[in-house]
């Protein structure tokens, strides 16, 4: 439900930008917009109201993108010991206020995604394999050959990226 909202609303967003920028291109490469383009967007939009709606939006995703992080953080810590996963809701709003006033969450965001781009590769290849073996898969499953020539291609696609942004990657460090 989550990513359904989340996908309605930036194509609601799109749309609203595309509309004002449509309806008002005179707003397009002014002072306003070289500052922030979706503030200028929503200010020619709504006015002062928009504005202070675009704020709203910018807050409540940099809250999303704080408690995105903590989750994250604690998913990784939760298979370290039992007490973590038992009272994982507690580490995660913990995990919040300490991202809130110490951490950087779009960073460990993008830390995270970037380990993700790496790791998911090979999961992906694991699977695949997998998916030839009948004594994992069974006597009876036959998984279909176009989806595993597309899943080689989205392997070694998303592998090369991944390993072309690693350089990037380490300087977040």
Same mark, same amino acid.
């Given at each position: 439900m989550g990513v359904s909202v989340s996908g309605v609303m930036r194509i609601l967003l799109f749309l609203a930008v595309l509309g004002v920028?449509?309806?008002?291109?005179?707003?397009?490469?002014s002072e306003a917009w070289v500052a922030s383009p979706p503030a200028a967007a929503?200010?020619?939009?709504?006015? /002062?109201?928009?504005?202070?709606?675009?704020?709203?939006? /910018?807050?409540?995703?940099?809250?999303?993108? /704080? /408690?995105?992080?903590?989750?994250?953080?604690?998913?990784?810590?939760?298979?370290?010991?039992p007490f973590i996963m038992e009272n994982e809701k507690c580490f995660i709003a913990v995990s919040t206020v300490i991202m809130t006033l110490l951490g950087q969450p779009a960073t460990l965001l993008v830390l995270a995604g970037s380990v993700n781009g790496l790791i998911l590769p090979i999961t992906l290849l694991v699977i695949l394999l997998a998916s030839r073996r009948k004594d994992i898969v069974g006597e009876n499953y036959k998984h279909p050959t176009v989806l595993i020539v597309l899943g080689v291609c989205v392997v070694l696609l998303t592998g090369y990226s991944g390993i072309k942004a690693l350089p990037k990657i380490l300087t977040i460090f």
């Open positions: 920028v449509t309806a008002t291109p005179e707003v397009v490469g929503f200010k020619a939009g709504a006015g /002062i109201i928009g504005y202070k709606i675009f704020g709203l939006v /910018i807050l409540f995703a940099a809250i999303t993108s /704080i /408690i995105g992080a903590a989750y994250t953080s604690v998913s990784f810590l939760k298979t370290l010991h």
